[in-house]
Every structure is written in structure tokens, then in C-alpha cells.
């Protein structure tokens, strides 16, 4: 079965903190793909990040950068410098390569509160 | 392009209506999707569609049906209102090229009281 866990439900920093995202991923696919999304106070899904099974360079956007390892299962999402607009919820999903619908596994969410 | 589109954006149902909650897609995808998301929680998938006449259940299809006469519309029709039912609905699309992400609508909140 595959499956997304976000430990973190709630992290609250400081303008400026960097802060990490963790998201921590099962599945027995050989080839998978890995997102994030924000979804800010307003609702809507955002786009941030994907990644396929192949692909374990680590990514750099900006403030922006995503750490994926194989090795432990995990693909983590760190904010340098958070400002308050990143204050949302921030989701991790996983796409099984072997599944034909190519459906989203979601994990439960963290919400990150960015105070000024 | 529109993108995703879904009405209606929120709607309150009384227990035991029906309703039925739209999506449309203009970017020729194949792939739509319905998602539901409870307070404090993830999506989970609700039904899915890999091309037009063709549709599967995801993981909390019971309450639900769909259907899918055209590539463009996705709806999703809830026959009997519950409490449980009380989310919000997003709708999505996809290419099939696993080079894209998945297209989301706006979503519809949906409160049965």
C-alpha cells in the first residue's frame, strides 16, 4: 500500500526562520513521483514541486528548496528566510509510476504559521 | 484557457437532497479526478476517470456518483446528503504525461446540516 505521513501537524516560526517540512513516503514502486502543494488561507492547491523516483538531485527555487532521499523515504521541503505570505498548509503527495490512473496519495497536512 | 473549473464555489444541503457538484476542464486531459478534503485533513480521492465513458472508485466512493459522457465534464453527484458528507470538493485534471502536475480546480465547499 502506499502511503504519505507529515508528523508535523503545526509549526509556528518566526519571520525569517528557515524551516523544514518533513514527509515521509511508503510504496513498493520502483518508479514513483512525489509533489508538493500549498494551499494558503484563501483554499486553492498550489503547485510547488515534482519529482520523479530517478531523480535524487536536490532542488533549489528561490527560497525554495526540497531534499529527496531514497535511502530513508523521505522528501523534505525547507522555506530560507520564511515571510508571512508562506503561512498555508503545506501538503506532500505521492503518484505510484506502476499505477495507470496516476491518482495523488496525500498526506494529512502541515500548517505552517509565519509570525511576523 | 480557464483551466479547472468547478461550481458551485459553496452550497449548503439539508440531509437526504441531492445535489449535483460540476467540473469541467478545457485542456483536453484525459485524466479527472474528485477529491474530498475534511477539516484539518488531506485529500482523499473520491472517483476517478482515465479518458471519457470510463470511470473507477478511489479510496471514499460510497454517497457518490459520477459520470464522464465527455472528455471536458467530470460531475459528481451525491443522491442522499449526510453530515459525513460535509467537505470540501476539489476536482482535478491530468495530461497523462508524467512530465506535468495535476490541475486543480477551485473547489466547492459543501456544508449538509
Known amino acids: 500500500a502506499q502511503k504519505v505521513t507529515q508528523a508535523q501537524t503545526e509549526i509556528s516560526v518566526v519571520e525569517k526562520e528557515d524551516v523544514t517540512l518533513d514527509c515521509v513516503y511508503e510504496?513498493?514502486?520502483?518508479?514513483?513521483?512525489l509533489f508538493w502543494y500549498k494551499q494558503p488561507p484563501s483554499g486553492e492547491l498550489v503547485f510547488l514541486i515534482r519529482r520523479n523516483s530517478f531523480d535524487e538531485q536536490n532542488e533549489i527555487s528561490g527560497r525554495y528548496s526540497w531534499n529527496f532521499q531514497k535511502s530513508t523515504s523521505s522528501f523534505n521541503f525547507t522555506i530560507t528566510a520564511s515571510q508571512v505570505v508562506d503561512s498555508a498548509v503545506y501538503f506532500c503527495?505521492?503518484?505510484?509510476?506502476?499505477?495507470?490512473?496516476?491518482?495523488?496519495?496525500f498526506g494529512s497536512g502541515t500548517r505552517l504559521l509565519v509570525r511576523p | 484557457n480557464a483551466g479547472v473549473t468547478q461550481t458551485p464555489k459553496f452550497r449548503i444541503l439539508k440531509i437526504g437532497q441531492s445535489m449535483t457538484l460540476q467540473c469541467a476542464q478545457d485542456m483536453n486531459h484525459n485524466y479527472m479526478y474528485w477529491y474530498r478534503q475534511d477539516p484539518g485533513m488531506g485529500l482523499k480521492l473520491i472517483y476517478y476517470s482515465v479518458g471519457a465513458g470510463i470511470t473507477d472508485k478511489g479510496e471514499v466512493p460510497n454517497g457518490y456518483n459520477v459520470s464522464r459522457s465527455t472528455t471536458e465534464d467530470f460531475p459528481l453527484r451525491l443522491e442522499l446528503a449526510a453530515p459525513s458528507q460535509t467537505s470540501v470538493y476539489f476536482c482535478?485534471?491530468?495530461?497523462?504525461?508524467?512530465?506535468?502536475?495535476?490541475?486543480f480546480g477551485p473547489g466547492t465547499r459543501l456544508t449538509v446540516l
Open positions: 482535478a485534471s491530468y495530461s497523462g504525461d508524467t512530465y506535468n502536475e495535476q490541475f
Open positions: 503527495a505521492l503518484s505510484g509510476g506502476m499505477d495507470s490512473s496516476y491518482k495523488l496519495i
Open positions: 510504496t513498493r514502486d520502483t518508479t514513483y513521483y
